[in-house]
């Protein structure tokens, strides 16, 4: 098998053409993607952003005031491990309450979705909420996972090939915030829908969401859907818990954006220096994370230094929370009509279910 890593996304135009998407998929994966037993093999379209991109986003964050350090660097290996383990602290209600509403739900999203659909999974990381969605639907025509992490992708494409075995599915690693390549299936679609769980769209500013949803609408044109798993506004206290659970794994998750620092560039960050702060803003409608550091410091990455006053933050992560009102009008001025809502009876969380406008 051809060395996949050939299609370097500086060789590929933005959001290629069905048929040209095609051509580039098979000239680095041969005429299907080949199925193999063992993760390691499993053939993928390539585009996982590479160390530099880390070194000089972190030293532009830390140059800026308010200091910054985007979130997307959380999930490396540790970082993916820890963010699971978040997942099953009891205070952490969103990823058990968007489970349980695909579980209850499911067949009522399949009959929206329709049939012979491409399912284009942004994120989708394990697959465990896609697994109950594709087992739900009616004939999918093909899977496309689009994961930052090529490891997790092989992983979770060698599961759902075993799990379905009759499903065409294209895996592509990349940075989906970036324009990327389509696979083109050998099966014709009836529409493609985009699935976006998890509530990752609350960790982008409103007007980098409407974007980000507009980016989606060209995907899935002309007569696509989105289904996208939406945390909603609640109360403060609900909130900052499921960011300060009792057992610290969130403090480990933010922290380790420190410790990955000292593990790949050397930086020199001291962990007990800092310490994890998450505080609901009303007025913005969101989470703010911080690194908050404990004295006046000085600290060295590679040939760069930043002096950090004592009580100074670097802000790590926003999660803005929606209501189903406002939800509805940030996607409907990227071009999307709201066809339903899916909650809890708590109504903690929402998946909602989009028609591309004509
Ligand atoms: C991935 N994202 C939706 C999570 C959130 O809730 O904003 C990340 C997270 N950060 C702290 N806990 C979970």
Not at 102 to 112: F, I, N, R, T, V
Not at 260 to 284: C, M, Q, S, V
Request: hydrophobic fraction near 40%; aromatic fraction near 10%; charged fraction near 20%.
């Amino acid at each position: 098998m051809r060395n996949v890593t050939d299609t370097h996304p500086q060789n590929l135009p933005k959001f290629l053409p069905t048929r040209e998407a095609l051509a580039v998929y098979r000239s680095a994966f041969g005429q299907r993607p080949v199925m193999n037993p063992g993760s390691a093999n499993v053939a993928l379209l390539d585009l996982e952003p590479k160390e530099p991109e880390f070194f000089s986003e972190l030293v532009s964050g830390l140059s800026q005031h308010p200091r910054t350090l985007p979130c997307k660097f959380f999930y490396d290996k540790q970082g993916a491990e820890l963010f699971q383990a978040i997942c099953e602290t009891p205070e952490y209600y969103v990823t058990r309450t968007e489970l349980k509403i695909l579980q209850e739900c499911g067949p009522d999203m399949a009959s929206h979705l329709g049939e012979a659909v491409e399912l284009i999974g942004l994120g989708t990381g394990a697959g465990t909420k896609t697994r109950i969605l594709l087992t739900q639907l009616t004939d999918p025509a093909v899977y496309v996972p689009v994961d930052i992490s090529s490891a997790q992708l092989r992983r979770s494409t060698t599961l759902f090939r075993q799990l379905f075995p009759h499903l065409e599915i294209l895996p592509v690693c990349a940075d989906y915030l970036q324009p990327f390549p389509l696979p083109t299936p050998t099966h014709q679609p009836k529409r493609k829908v985009v699935y976006f769980p998890g509530s990752t769209i609350g960790n982008f500013d409103p007007p980098e969401a409407i974007g980000f949803l507009q980016r989606i609408a060209l995907v899935c044109r002309p007569g696509g859907g989105l289904l996208i798993g939406v945390d909603l506004k609640k109360d403060p206290v609900t909130l900052e818990k499921a960011y300060n659970d009792a057992q610290g794994v969130t403090a480990a998750f933010n922290l380790n954006l420190l410790a990955r620092a000292n593990r790949e560039l050397g930086a020199n960050f001291d962990l007990h220096l800092w310490k994890h702060r998450a505080i609901y803003n009303p007025t913005a409608g969101r989470i703010e994370m911080n690194l908050v550091s404990l004295c006046d410091q000085l600290v060295t990455i590679r040939d760069h230094q930043f002096f950090f006053k004592n009580d100074e933050p670097i802000i790590t992560e926003y999660s803005y929370k929606h209501s189903p009102e406002e939800f509805e009008n940030m996607a409907r001025s990227a071009g999307f009509a709201l066809r339903k809502v899916w909650t809890d009876t708590q109504k903690l969380f929402g998946v909602f279910y989009f028609d591309l406008l004509p």
